[in-house]
Structure formats: structure tokens, C-alpha cells
């Protein structure tokens, strides 16, 4: 396997040449830039750009060259900083400001960039209303006759704004709605039979769409570019729960265990993956007793799976796919990875980790052993699948082979891995040691024979995800413990330590707002989009969900086309509480997205197309 070594990434070249386009990516902000884009080795850069969900300027600071640097950025009257940039890292810094702030920033490097970039934060017509279809299929996959076509209002200006919506000849029309600052509302909705034509005119001071197309479920053009269903339901006082067939129990006679079909006090943590024919796995936590995590409570919980052979339509019933041998033992936090040039299908593995018993969760774990059998430490254990997810193997133990005898607790980050564009499949993890959490990898170059731990990314962070850039680099997006915002960190690059194996640049705050809680972050890349070696390709486009509100509220999907310099569009996918959320590519192009509500909310799968995602 060769070793990769640096190469600007393609995007930034991109960047270098065509700069100022970034410009009609900022929102409505008229913005002036002077001087070179880039240095005279044409690398190093600094770009400008606007995020009016959190009332931002970010500044991020580009050093694709093969030695470490510092930039200093100005902004006369305010003050002067200074950052290291390692080679082939980059940083961000951020200016909370209100709407209608004026700005101006010289940025240098003794490379000799000298660029500066002036502007105006303009959140003032930051609005948009999105057309989506929910699309509940019967226990048998029927769909309704009728379906919910729902209008959701978004308002990321810092004012409250007055919604008028006209659906002419519809009962009712006009409709009114104000919307507080950096505020939602999906309140309107209509019932309506499959086939109903529909036009709504949305309009506000400085804001006039309309939305018109036929009420259907399967994102077709001219229907709602979104669709939404629930795959796993609790049971509540007011609802019965999603069946899952194979869950275990013990015997009532106290003879042993059995398996049962019943349901969960609490779905929770979803995982997701897209094999190569284009079966979409979608897993979550059964947690059969209570909402506790790992090791909490009973540590009843086992992991379910549904299966959709046709682009997430429909869905196979709920099965568990793991559970341990006693109830007091427990699985959970499922991670999904598709090794794409393993067979025609692939390979996929499954992430599940295990506490051996109440009270050995993540920070209930003692450090000292990595033996498969140790009783005083949560595991890391690999399950896998050659037919698509319809079968998977028995539970491997990998602690003997990536857990460090000095961690404490460590867990697979749930979600998804990646397998990067060398083969290379990568699995994050989070882990504690002396105290302290840390993020990293596990990887295997065998195509999963083996496993070993990779670097630290990271301290002082927790859930995260690899992501590897167009360049070939791999950045980590990371969870921070302190909550507010997202932290990247970037894999070095070369001989010595090549992606996740060698350490890592130093971590830097992206100015992404999070409520500290599990995000994702994936490369746009469909199942088909591989090499003659079967490997991933690599793409500049990313696609980031994450609740963009300072509570576990407001999910987000957001979109870049520069490898995460900047994030020009972005979309709502849930207004109200959400919870961890894990993303990917479907075989036809359209991303799917499968988030929790809360304990007892239920996870639901949303498709959409990326033209709907690129609304606004």
C-alpha cells in the first residue's frame, strides 16, 4: 500500500484561482477584497465568509504547503491575532457580531500573503420556506391515500419576522405567521390525498418564494424535495412502540433466556450505512427498561436493525441484531462501515459496543486490562455482514487488539466509519485516559482482519467523525465537552504517519455551533463512486448535520463545495428538539438522514434531494 504523501488540495487550488466567487456564497453581504488571494508559492490563503444562524464571521486560515506557518489577522479598531498553522492544517476564527456590523481583516503570513477582505454581516434577509411530504408507510409498506405536506418557516435574521402564506383556493388561505429571530415555525400543515397539486407563496419584508409541484412520496421532480418516517417508535402511554423481533428475555420460569418480539421504553443512537447495491442499514438502540445509556440502570439494550432495498420507500421489520447473553449485559451505540471492494456487495461491519454489567459504562470503566474477557471495562466488538445486512456474524472482541492497557473507558463514536480512498477502513472511537477524554481512530488495512488504534486527534472532546478531504487528508469533526461549537483537527499527512496512524495538527474551534451532542460530517460520495480498485473517490463536497442551536433543538443540514471552508447552504431538517443525527449518500444521489427525537421521540429517516439542500 503506498504511502500518501502532500499534495494541495484540489479544492484550494480551486480556491486559489477563483477566490472572490466565495463571495456570492456570503449571505447578501457586498464584500471587498484587495491584494493577492494567495502567497507567491500560491498555497497559503485566508477566506471570509457569513453564518447568520449563529450571527457569525468566520475567518478561516488555509496552509496547504509542507511547512508549518502563523497567519495574523487585523481588524483595525478591534484587535490583532495570531495563529500556528501546522503543514496542511488550517484554523478558523470567529466574531459573534450583530447583523449590520462592518468589517475588515488583513491577514499576512511571512510567506508573504498580504490579503485583505471588507464586508458587511447582513443576516437581515436570512429566511426561507421549505416544502416537505411526511411519508409513514403501513406495517406491510403500504402508503397512505392521503399524505401531511408540511411548510417549515425559517428566520435566521437577529429580528423577529411576519410570514404571509397563500395556498389559493385552499380553505383557510391566507395563513400568518411571525417568527422570532434565528427562529422556526412548522406549524402549517395540510392533509392531502397522493396526487393533490399544490402552490404556496411564501412572502416577508424582503423575502417572495413559491413552492409548487404534486403531493407525493419518493422525491420526484415536481414533489416535496423532502420525505420523512419514523422507523423506531418507544412505546409510551400514548403509543404502542415499533415491534423488534429476536429481542431477549429471561424465561419467566428463571430456566434461562429466550427471544421475543416486543418493543423499547427508549430508541435512541442511530447508525447508518449504504451497501453497494444500495441497501440503506439503519440501526438503533432498544433500550428495553429505561432511557439509560450504557451501564446505567438495568443496561438492557440491545441493537435493532431495518433494512430498505428500495432508496428508504420501505423497510424491512425491526430485528435486533445484537444482544448479549444476560439482560444485565448490555449492547449499544452502533457503528456502521462499508468496505466498498469487498466482494460485489461489500462488506459491512457493525460497531457494537459492550458493558458487561450495571455500572461499567463509559465512565464507570477501569483502566488496566484489554483482555476480551475483562469484566471491569467496556468493549469494542465488530459484528459483520456479506449479504447487504440480511445475516451479520457473531460478536468479535477487539479490545486485545486496539485498547491501550492505560484507558479506562472507550467506546466506538456511533454513526458510521469511513473507508478512505487507499482502502484503509477507519472507525472513530473515543477514550479516557488519566481522566481525560480523548478522540482517535481505530483502522485496519486488511480489510478487517486486524485492527489497530491510531493517534489521539484530540483532548478534551468526545463523539466524533473522520472525514477525508479532497486532498486525501483526513479531518476529525470533533465534539467539544464544554459543548458550543464543533472542533476539527486534521491527520498528518505523511511517511511517518499517514492519515489516522500519525498525530494530529492541533485542534481548532470551527465556529459550527453544537449543543454537545453526537453530529455527523460526510464526504457526497454514492456507493458507486469508486476507483478501478474499488476505493472510495474523493470529492470537495461535504455534507455536516448537527443541531444548530445551543440546545439538542433546530437540526440542520448544511452543505460545502470547498472541502468545509465555508458552508454557503443550508437546510432545516427538524425544527423543535432533535438529538444525534448520522447521514449518508443513497445510491440514486438523494442523502438520507436518520436522527433521534429525544428519549422516547422516536428516530426518524429523512430523504432529500441536494438541489432541496441547496435552497438556501
Known amino acids: 500500500m503506498a504511502l500518501m504523501t502532500w499534495r494541495a488540495p484540489a479544492s484550494l487550488r480551486r480556491l486559489a484561482v477563483a477566490l472572490l466567487a466565495v463571495g456570492a456564497a456570503l449571505a447578501a453581504a457586498t464584500v471587498v477584497t484587495t491584494g493577492p488571494a494567495v502567497a507567491?508559492?500560491?498555497?497559503?490563503?485566508?477566506?471570509?465568509?457569513?453564518d447568520c444562524t449563529s450571527s457569525r464571521i468566520r475567518v478561516a486560515l488555509l496552509n496547504p504547503t509542507a511547512a508549518a506557518t502563523t497567519f495574523t489577522v487585523t481588524w483595525p479598531g478591534s484587535g490583532t491575532w495570531t495563529r500556528a498553522v501546522a503543514a496542511g492544517d488550517r484554523t478558523d476564527l470567529y466574531f459573534s457580531k450583530p447583523s449590520g456590523t462592518a468589517y475588515s481583516f488583513r491577514t499576512t503570513t511571512p510567506q508573504g500573503l498580504?490579503?485583505?477582505?471588507?464586508?458587511?454581516?447582513?443576516?437581515?434577509?436570512?429566511?426561507?420556506?421549505?416544502?416537505?411530504?411526511?411519508?409513514?408507510?403501513?406495517?406491510?409498506?403500504?402508503?397512505?391515500?392521503?399524505?401531511?405536506?408540511?411548510?417549515?418557516?425559517?428566520?435566521?435574521?437577529?429580528?423577529?419576522?411576519?410570514?404571509?402564506?397563500?395556498?389559493?383556493?385552499?380553505?383557510?388561505?391566507?395563513?400568518?405567521?411571525?417568527?422570532?429571530a434565528r427562529g422556526a415555525d412548522d406549524t402549517l400543515s395540510w392533509t392531502v390525498a397522493d396526487g393533490t397539486p399544490y402552490r404556496i407563496r411564501t412572502t416577508a419584508t424582503g423575502f417572495d418564494r413559491t413552492e409548487s409541484g404534486t403531493v407525493r412520496c419518493g422525491l420526484a421532480a415536481g414533489t416535496p424535495?423532502?420525505?420523512?418516517?419514523?422507523?423506531?417508535?418507544?412505546?409510551?402511554?400514548?403509543?404502542?412502540?415499533?415491534?423488534?423481533?429476536?429481542?431477549?428475555r429471561a424465561k419467566a420460569d428463571g430456566s434461562g433466556y429466550e427471544t421475543y418480539t416486543g418493543t423499547a421504553?427508549?430508541?435512541?443512537?442511530?447508525?447508518?450505512?449504504?451497501?453497494?447495491?444500495?441497501?440503506?442499514?439503519?440501526?438503533?438502540?432498544?433500550?428495553?427498561?429505561?432511557?439509560?445509556?450504557?451501564?446505567?440502570?438495568?443496561?438492557?439494550?440491545?441493537?435493532?436493525?431495518?433494512r430498505s432495498t428500495d432508496g428508504g420507500a420501505t423497510w424491512s421489520g425491526a430485528s435486533t441484531v445484537a444482544h448479549a447473553a444476560t439482560t444485565s449485559e448490555g449492547y449499544g451505540d452502533s457503528s456502521l462501515l462499508v468496505d466498498r471492494s469487498a466482494g460485489p456487495d461489500g462488506k459491512v461491519y457493525a460497531f457494537v459496543n459492550y458493558s458487561p454489567g450495571p455500572g461499567i459504562g463509559y465512565a464507570g470503566s477501569s483502566a488496566g486490562s484489554n483482555s476480551a474477557t475483562d469484566s471491569t471495562a467496556m468493549h469494542i466488538r465488530m459484528i459483520s455482514s456479506t449479504d447487504n445486512?440480511?445475516?451479520?456474524?457473531r460478536p468479535v472482541d477487539l479490545n486485545p487488539q486496539v485498547k491501550n492497557v492505560k484507558w479506562a473507558g472507550m467506546f466506538a463514536s456511533s454513526g458510521h466509519g469511513i473507508q478512505l480512498?487507499?482502502?484503509?477502513?477507519?472507525?472513530?472511537?473515543?477514550?479516557?485516559?488519566?481522566?481525560?477524554?480523548?478522540?482517535?481512530?481505530?483502522?485496519?488495512?486488511?480489510?478487517?482482519?486486524?485492527?489497530?488504534?491510531?493517534?489521539?486527534?484530540?483532548?478534551?472532546?468526545?463523539?466524533?467523525?473522520?472525514?477525508?478531504?479532497?486532498?486525501?487528508?483526513?479531518?476529525?469533526?470533533?465534539?467539544?465537552?464544554?459543548?458550543?461549537?464543533?472542533w476539527y483537527a486534521t491527520?498528518?499527512?505523511?511517511?511517518?504517519?499517514?492519515?489516522?496512524?500519525?498525530?494530529?495538527?492541533?485542534?481548532?474551534?470551527?465556529?459550527?455551533?453544537?449543543?454537545?451532542?453526537?453530529?455527523?460530517?460526510?464526504?457526497?460520495?454514492?456507493?458507486?463512486?469508486?476507483?478501478?480498485?474499488?476505493?472510495?473517490?474523493?470529492?470537495?463536497?461535504t455534507v455536516q448535520s448537527n443541531n444548530a442551536s445551543a440546545d439538542r433543538s433546530e437540526l440542520?443540514?448544511?452543505?460545502?463545495?470547498?472541502?468545509?471552508?465555508?458552508?454557503?447552504?443550508?437546510?432545516?431538517?427538524?425544527?423543535?428538539?432533535?438529538?444525534?443525527?448520522?447521514?449518508?449518500?443513497?445510491?440514486?444521489?438523494?442523502?438520507?438522514?436518520?436522527?433521534?427525537?429525544?428519549?422516547?421521540?422516536?428516530?426518524?429517516?429523512?430523504?432529500?434531494?441536494?438541489?432541496?439542500a441547496r435552497q438556501s
Not at 40 to 49: I, L
Not at 270 to 277: G, L
Not at 493 to 499: I, K, P, Q
Not at 568 to 578: N, Y
Open 491 to 541: 491527520a498528518a499527512d505523511t511517511a511517518a504517519g499517514r492519515n489516522v496512524a500519525g498525530a494530529y495538527g492541533p485542534a481548532w474551534d470551527s465556529g459550527l455551533i453544537d449543543p454537545g451532542c453526537n453530529a455527523d460530517e460526510i464526504s457526497y460520495l454514492r456507493p458507486a463512486d469508486v476507483g478501478a480498485d474499488g476505493y472510495p473517490t474523493r470529492t470537495p463536497v
Open 265 to 306: 421504553a427508549s430508541v435512541r443512537i442511530p447508525a447508518m450505512a449504504v451497501t453497494n447495491n444500495g441497501t440503506v442499514i439503519a440501526m438503533a438502540d432498544a433500550r428495553i427498561d429505561s432511557s439509560g445509556d450504557l451501564g446505567g440502570r438495568s443496561n438492557n439494550i440491545q441493537v435493532a436493525m431495518r
Open 225 to 248: 424535495g423532502m420525505n420523512a418516517q419514523t422507523l423506531f417508535a418507544a412505546h409510551t402511554s400514548t403509543g404502542a412502540g415499533t415491534p423488534i423481533a429476536g429481542l431477549n
Open 556 to 612: 440542520t443540514v448544511r452543505v460545502s463545495e470547498d472541502d468545509g471552508v465555508t458552508w454557503p447552504h443550508q437546510v432545516l431538517i427538524k425544527p423543535g428538539a432533535a438529538g444525534y443525527s448520522t447521514t449518508a449518500v443513497l445510491g440514486n444521489g438523494v442523502i438520507g438522514d436518520l436522527y433521534e427525537i429525544g428519549d422516547t421521540g422516536g428516530i426518524v429517516f429523512s430523504s432529500f434531494t441536494p438541489d432541496w
Open 389 to 393: 445486512g440480511a445475516t451479520w456474524s
Open 421 to 486: 480512498s487507499d482502502g484503509r477502513l477507519v472507525q472513530p472511537i473515543v477514550y479516557k485516559q488519566d481522566g481525560v477524554d480523548h478522540a482517535g481512530n481505530i483502522y485496519s488495512d486488511d480489510h478487517g482482519v486486524s485492527w489497530h488504534a491510531g493517534a489521539p486527534a484530540a483532548t478534551g472532546v468526545n463523539e466524533n467523525k473522520a472525514v477525508q478531504r479532497d486532498s486525501g487528508q483526513v479531518v476529525q469533526n470533533l465534539r467539544s465537552d464544554t459543548g458550543g461549537d464543533r
Open 40 to 50: 507567491a508559492d500560491g498555497s497559503q490563503s485566508a477566506v471570509v465568509s457569513q
Open 114 to 180: 498580504d490579503r485583505t477582505t471588507s464586508g458587511t454581516l447582513d443576516c437581515g434577509r436570512s429566511m426561507a420556506a421549505q416544502v416537505s411530504a411526511e411519508c409513514p408507510r403501513g406495517a406491510d409498506g403500504s402508503q397512505p391515500a392521503t399524505h401531511r405536506l408540511k411548510l417549515t418557516l425559517v428566520n435566521r435574521s437577529d429580528t423577529s419576522k411576519t410570514f404571509t402564506v397563500v395556498w389559493a383556493g385552499r380553505s383557510g388561505s391566507p395563513w400568518t405567521r411571525t417568527v422570532a
